[in-house]
């Protein structure tokens, strides 16, 4: 049963990605000796036309990441936003119920009832005489002490569902807002065009090249040298001028945006978890892998920017994560 959803799931992806477009829309940056693209890496498809399956959805991810298939991704927020959308819908059921539900109901109305109708049949059965007005006006004394019971009871009643009320009313807006927000971050994501698209190492590995022809996928010897080459703080010289943290939060001390002198312009993309299938710390990170994959190891050698530093963060990671890709001209066609 598993092994026919994986098919299912591979083919329905296969198909989309033939009918969709490989766009290889960067331009050469050169830096120092090195070429670099001004772009992070957003190919659909191999270098012998072969398309690399999109692993969208977490349960998408998870399947790419546990058989090993080559697969992409771009930042996105449409599963929280699917969740809030849900628990939208949940509470708006849930608020209906309530409503329907909601009646007051006094403990003592049958017992006043009961005085009213006394009072009715003493006046129809004896007239308003003085012995029959004492006890009309004594049932009368009862009945109003219990409607002052009655209308504090009522009051309390109608503060309870006012709170109720105002505080579904509150769950909901901080809801429509949090989707509100994300729903302008996704268009301004738009799909993969603004950050590119986050691979796995799967892809990156792939015999059939996951780099246009005359293009590589960076050794960690390349990110080296042009850490060499930029010296100083690199980090703030490759990082674009807007877009990342710049505050104090969470405990961290920001550094924030770069200044963008090597042209490298590093945006913040994140990357998405090989635990759980998230997408994680966007407007923070910039994550890249490179060509080298750790020996004896179920991972690869990576290079980051953050908010946090100035300089190049050398890390692995599991090869399963989807990190962004930045593309160096081979050195075969350096030499020519």
């Keep these: 049963m598993k ?9 329905i992806s296969l198909i989309t990605e033939l009918v969709s477009q490989n766009p290889t829309n960067f331009a050469e940056l050169k830096i ?38 080559p697969a ?18 949940s509470i708006l059921d849930a608020e209906k119920n309530y409503t329907i539900s909601q009646k007051f109901n006094f403990e003592k109305d049958s017992i006043l009832n009961d005085l009213k109708n006394q009072v009715n049949e003493l006046i129809k059965k004896s007239g308003k005489s003085k012995k029959n007005n004492i006890k009309i006006d004594e049932i009368n004394t009862k009945i109003n002490e219990i409607n002052v019971e009655r209308d504090l009871s009522l009051a309390e009643w109608k503060k309870t569902v006012d709170d109720e009320s105002g505080k579904i009313k509150s769950e909901l807006d901080e809801i429509n807002t949090k989707i509100e927000e994300l729903n302008n971050i996704e268009s301004e994501l738009g799909k993969g065009s603004k950050y590119g698209y986050l691979y796995n190492f799967y892809a990156i590995s792939d015999p059939r090249g996951l780099a246009p022809e005359g293009w590589m996928v960076p050794t960690v010897g390349d990110w080296d040298d042009l850490e060499k080459f930029i010296g100083k703080d690199p980090a703030v010289s490759l990082k674009s001028i807007s877009g990342w943290y710049e505050k104090k939060s969470n405990g961290k001390e ?26 994680l710390n966007l407007n923070d ?25 100035n300089d190049i963060w050398k890390d692995t990671n599991a090869l399963a994560g989807g990190l962004s890709v930045r593309l160096i001209k081979s050195k075969e066609k350096l030499k020519k």
Excluded at 72 to 89: N, P, Q, R
Excluded at 254 to 278: D, E, I, M
Excluded at 285 to 309: H, I, M, P, Q
């Design 3 to 11: 092994n026919k959803f994986i098919i299912s799931f591979l083919s």
């Design 285 to 309: 990170f910039a994550y890249f892998w490179t060509s080298e994959k750790v020996s004896s190891s179920n991972s690869a050698y990576a290079r980051g920017l953050d908010c946090t530093k």
């Design 72 to 89: 992409y991704c771009y930042y996105s927020f449409e599963s929280e936003i699917k969740e809030l959308e849900k628990k939208k819908k």
């Design 254 to 279: 920001y550094v924030g945006n770069g200044n963008n002198v090597s042209k490298f312009n590093a945006l913040p993309g994140g990357w998405r978890s090989q635990f759980n299938s998230k997408f």
């Design 32 to 69: 120092g000796k090195q070429i670099w693209t001004d772009k992070n890496l957003n190919v659909t498809k191999f270098r012998n036309g072969d398309p690399i399956l999109l692993a969208q959805s977490e349960e998408e991810w998870r399947i790419a990441s546990n058989s090993k298939l």
